[in-house]
């Protein structure tokens, strides 16, 4: 199958154009607010915080803020450009990404068009991840690992391994998902390793794979906590409670229908196109796609790896059908069409992908049906600032808007800042209000902010020592019976009903 300019321009125009509409997501994420709080308190301060200042719970507890420097990133972008600002960092680092997995499958040989549909099979599974979070450093940064590795064993050129180690040092600032590249480099370290001992590979390359693992290694302590961090990963990486996207990916049914596709790809080309020299490839896709089905938020590592390799066993596929039915190739005149028609739809795609920017006009939406808008308004206005019990997912909104008056029982930083046994008490309790309920008395909490739910207002109703001060259909807001409480529903009651404007909120923050 040969490939002219105009094809390959195709193919370029589609990736980027799938790179744009795949990560036009402009809804606000529910860590968003504490990451840009703890990046500005940073460029504010011009230190890194050691000790914990936004809850209650966990206040003056050591602090490992492993996502520190994409937080500072943040902040500065949304400082100089606010929410535009944060929004096109995105859409660079998604475009970044399809660049970088194209250009890797042209160089392996792959057909462009081909290249192009692996790469937005690729985008689409990882769609869900492009939301406005650390993780997208770890998701380019994986992408530039695979690429170093990819040219390492293609040129035999060491200045390839070498920077692998310098990247470490970046990444282990960035994001703990800096534990998969490490990983990523171990698995190709192992196999090459394997490799020579067989007789697959010249015995010299196993040892300098090795000693690229041990700088990997040593680059893990080029961070503000030093060997902390590490530690910290080690000790934190199979506790995550009951937080979805650690959860386990299922198999079953048709709930990730783009990771089961690639998952399906994956099987189908190496069972039609089995070939000795994809091992390293094929170690780091079975890798990535385990850990995917262990943790759901590991599906994106999956993609980038798997992409390549489908590309290229793909277009060999291609090839050997094209050989043995020759009804089936593809002629230059032919080929040129299926360009023009990926041309078509890439502007169909990036027309699809600028809409959501346009519709917001480049701003942040924020869902006021998911976070609690109106109680957080009300709080503000009233001053009734405290100890608030809450959900974690509420805890980053609640901090950007009313710390450092309102402390938060929990939020998203959980394992970095909150002890282990408190998390514990916390899921269980998630799982049965009532025992929730006892984390009020435990921890001196002043306020409790919950989502509107029967079970929950059932509970706080029957209880006579806490009044409520507010509910809509996303939140109930109560207060801790006593002098304070009288004062602020006497003010509730003169204060003008709450009219509509007053409990929608559209744009960040």
């Not at 009233?382 to 950007?400: C, M, Q, R, S, T």
């Given at each position: ?25 402009v809804a606000a994420d529910s860590d968003l607010w504490g990451h840009l709080a703890f990046g500005s308190a940073i460029l504010d301060s011009g230190s890194l915080p050691r000790t914990d200042t936004y809850s209650y719970t966990a206040n003056g507890q050591p602090w490992i803020n492993h996502e520190w420097l994409a937080e500072l990133?943040?902040?500065?972008c949304y400082r100089v450009a606010g929410d535009a600002g944060l929004l096109a960092a995105k859409a660079f680092v998604a475009i970044g990404i399809a660049l970088l997995l194209l250009s890797t499958c042209l160089r392996r040989g792959s057909h462009p068009l081909i290249a192009a549909a692996v790469v937005a099979l690729c985008l ?315 984390l009020f008395d435990d921890y001196p909490t002043d306020l409790v902010l919950v989502p509107d739910l029967p079970g929950i207002a059932d509970v706080m109703a029957g209880d006579a020592g806490w009044v409520e001060l507010h509910s809509d259909a996303t939140a109930r807001l109560y207060l801790r019976r006593g002098v304070r409480a ?24």
């Amino acid at each position: 199958m040969r490939s002219g300019w105009l094809i390959t321009v195709a193919a370029w125009l589609f990736a980027v154009a799938t790179a744009i509409a795949f990560s036009a997501i402009v809804a606000a994420d529910s860590d968003l607010w504490g990451h840009l709080a703890f990046g500005s308190a940073i460029l504010d301060s011009g230190s890194l915080p050691r000790t914990d200042t936004y809850s209650y719970t966990a206040n003056g507890q050591p602090w490992i803020n492993h996502e520190w420097l994409a937080e500072l990133i943040a902040a500065l972008c949304y400082r100089v450009a606010g929410d535009a600002g944060l929004l096109a960092a995105k859409a660079f680092v998604a475009i970044g990404i399809a660049l970088l997995l194209l250009s890797t499958c042209l160089r392996r040989g792959s057909h462009p068009l081909i290249a192009a549909a692996v790469v937005a099979l690729c985008l689409s599974a990882m769609a869900p991840g492009f939301t406005l979070r650390p993780q997208l450093a770890s998701y380019l940064l994986f992408a530039v690992c695979w690429t170093m590795i990819e040219r390492f064993v293609r040129t035999q050129r060491h200045r390839h391994l070498l920077w692998l180690p310098l990247l470490v040092v970046l990444w282990v600032n960035l994001h703990g998902g800096v534990l998969m590249g490490c990983a990523l480099i171990g698995v190709v370290a192992a196999w090459q390793t394997l490799a020579a001992t067989i007789g697959w590979e010249r015995p010299s390359h196993w040892r300098g794979w090795w000693l690229t693992v041990a700088l990997a290694a040593l680059a893990l302590l080029v961070n503000p906590y030093g060997w902390q961090l590490p530690a910290f990963f080690a000790q934190t990486l199979g506790r995550h409670g009951a937080i979805v996207e650690w959860a386990a990916l299922p198999l079953a049914g048709w709930h990730y229908p783009r990771f089961n596709l690639m998952l399906l790809a994956v099987v189908v080309v190496f069972g039609a196109r089995p070939r000795r020299a994809d091992g390293w490839q094929l170690a780091v896709v079975v890798m990535t796609g385990a850990a995917a089905l262990l943790h759901q938020r590991h599906a994106p590592f999956f993609a980038l790896a798997a992409a390549p390799y489908l590309a290229q066993r793909g277009t060999d596929l291609a090839q050997a059908i094209a050989r043995r039915f020759t009804a089936w190739r593809l002629g230059d005149r032919a080929q040129r069409a299926l360009a023009a028609v990926f041309v078509v739809l890439a502007v169909i795609q990036i027309g699809f992908g600028v809409r959501p920017y346009a519709a917001a006009g480049l701003r942040i939406t924020v869902d006021a049906r998911r976070f609690p808008v109106a109680a957080v308004q009300l709080m503000r206005s009233g001053g009734i600032y405290g100890n608030i019990a809450l959900p974690f997912d509420w805890g980053e909104y609640v901090i950007w808007h009313l710390a450092p008056q309102g402390r938060v029982s929990v939020d998203g930083r959980f394992e970095t800042v909150y002890p282990q046994p408190f998390l514990d008490r916390y899921y269980n309790g998630a799982v049965a209000f009532a025992q929730w309920r006892q984390l009020f008395d435990d921890y001196p909490t002043d306020l409790v902010l919950v989502p509107d739910l029967p079970g929950i207002a059932d509970v706080m109703a029957g209880d006579a020592g806490w009044v409520e001060l507010h509910s809509d259909a996303t939140a109930r807001l109560y207060l801790r019976r006593g002098v304070r409480a009288d004062l602020y529903l006497q003010w509730l009651a003169e204060r003008p009903p709450i009219g509509a404007s007053d409990t929608a909120e559209s744009f960040f923050p």
